[in-house]
């Protein structure tokens, strides 16, 4: 395949006080290899950026413009830095929408800097959910184990409330819908699944959710409620290499201990193929020199958005 005929991929550059800026400009030769990639960024900020890590840019680094202009603080909170990951990430999902691209790629964004920069949003799915109006899921890992989140990015008091047997039976549904997995297993809320309501009564939506969902697919595709504490013991990953995870720690605290170098994050339920990271901006480690920085992340997320768009087309 030539490089002409290589997908086009839009690529949000993330907070440029974090490490987002430095995985693209490091990683730019090896990706240009599985497609062409666009970066989101202006040529102002992109020399600004390269010029404080003391990297070249590369000869065919395409640009897709956006306004602004701040100075780099590596490591802070910033409210314009904020702003500015925001419009980048807007304007990838507009070249996506319009079919410019084959799929975007997303680059850590800061959640406080977008609180600073006045975005209601918390993160990236939200901003999707709301911009194509569908039940955008959040999918995390890698080819060995991939977590669903049921709830994303809410207080742990109020997950509780949010598990209603019709939500998460049309979550299951569209889940299905998205990946075509056989063989899935469904956490509980509660230690122990409840011990039969002793620890709670959350599993008993949970557990006619299932039912449901199976009855409409016509098939035993999910399994649980799941013991939480043993559903990723090694014996148990041997049956399931995917999960859904009623909160936002009971599913990443166990992936991310066991794949952190290597998972990424997939939007799944939406018009448009989305990937991203599975870490943050780093802001301990940004702009710093003599350090090793790991991009396995971000290149697992290229591939993975190469991949579904084949699936796609297919």
């Known amino acids: 395949m030539s490089k002409k005929d290589l997908p086009k991929i ?17 990683s730019h030769k090896q990706i240009s290899k ?56 807007t304007q990838a999902i507009d070249l996506a929408a319009k079919k410019e691209v084959s799929a975007i790629v ?11 920069a006045n975005i209601t949003y918390k993160g990236h799915t ?6 194509f109006k569908k039940n955008a899921i959040m999918m995390l890992g890698c080819e060995k184990m991939f977590v669903a989140l ?47 309501g002793v620890l709670g009564n959350e599993e008993i939506g949970i557990s006619k959710a299932i039912k449901k969902t199976n009855k409409i697919l016509g098939n035993e595709i999910f399994k649980g409620p799941m013991v939480p504490d043993t559903i990723f013991s090694p014996m148990s990953r041997k049956k399931y290499t995917h999960y859904v995870a009623m909160y936002h720690d ?14 990424i994050n997939v939007s799944l339920n939406l018009p448009i193929i989305r990937t991203s990271v599975d870490h943050g901006t780093a802001f301990d480690i940004a702009y710093k020199k003599n350090r090793e920085l790991n991009c396995k992340s971000y290149i697992n997320a290229i591939k993975e958005a190469i991949k579904l768009n084949k699936t796609t087309i297919e």
């Open 106 to 116: 997303t680059l850590p964004i800061n959640k406080e800097s977008w609180s600073k």
């Open 150 to 196: 049921f709830t994303e990015h809410i207080a742990l008091k109020d997950v509780a409330k949010k598990i209603k047997q019709k939500k998460l039976t049309q979550f299951l549904i569209d889940f299905y819908n998205s990946v075509k997995k056989e063989n899935i297993a469904v956490l509980a809320l509660n230690p122990h699944a409840s011990d039969n």
């Open 126 to 131: 939200e901003v999707l959910r709301d911009y």
């Open 10 to 26: 839009a690529i949000s550059i993330g907070d440029l006080n974090g490490v987002g800026i430095e995985i693209a400009l490091k």
């Open 250 to 263: 009971q599913g990443l605290a166990p992936l991310k201990a066991l794949y952190f170098d290597q998972s």
């Open 34 to 89: 599985y497609c062409n990639p666009i970066y989101c960024i202006n040529k102002k900020m992109l020399e600004k950026a390269s010029k404080l890590l003391n990297l070249k840019i590369p000869k065919d680094f395409k640009t897709h413009s956006i306004k602004g202009d701040f100075k780099i603080e590596a490591g802070k909170v910033s409210k314009k830095a904020g702003s500015f990951s925001y419009k980048s990430f």
